[in-house]
Nanobody
Framework: QVHLSESGGGSVQAGGSLRLSCVASIDLRGNYCMGWFRQAPGKGPEGVAAIDSDGSIIYADSVKGRFTISQNIAQNTIYLQMNNLKPEDAGMYFC????????????????????WGQGTRVTVAS
């Protein structure tokens, strides 16, 4: 069983920054796709970014130029640096993973991701 643990959420003013972390119980040197998703109250999950085991990255259009996904393979950790936060960025942020040998690594399909963390909350005040 894969365990994912997120941290780093909090409350910021619009224009502020936060850095989310996700520690995985899997070896990121393996063929895993790691992604960040978010969910606002009353809405479905929205893909934010995904990073494949070869380092290739895809971002949602809504966060391009503001968010950066990265990974520290030695520490089995992925990060989401969020800059210039907007009120519409608020929500629960989830880390997710799936075997990248089975499906494309993209944040556009939450159903492709097999393993999910418990989430960390981000609040952005206008």
């Amino acid at each position: 069983q894969v365990h994912l643990s997120e941290s780093g959420g909090g409350s910021v003013q619009a224009g502020g920054s936060l850095r989310l972390s996700c520690v995985a119980s899997i070896d990121l040197r393996g063929n895993y796709c790691m992604g960040w998703f978010r969910q606002a109250p009353g809405k479905g999950p929205e893909g934010v970014a995904a990073i494949d085991s070869d380092g290739s990255i895809i971002y949602a259009d809504s966060v391009k130029g503001r968010f950066t996904i990265s990974q520290n393979i030695a520490q089995n950790t992925i990060y989401l640096q969020m800059n210039n936060l907007k009120p519409e960025d608020a929500g629960m942020y989830f880390c997710a993973a799936h075997s990248s040998s089975l499906r494309p690594c993209t944040p556009s399909s939450s159903s492709a991701f097999t393993f999910w963390g418990q989430g960390t909350r981000v609040t952005v005040a206008s």
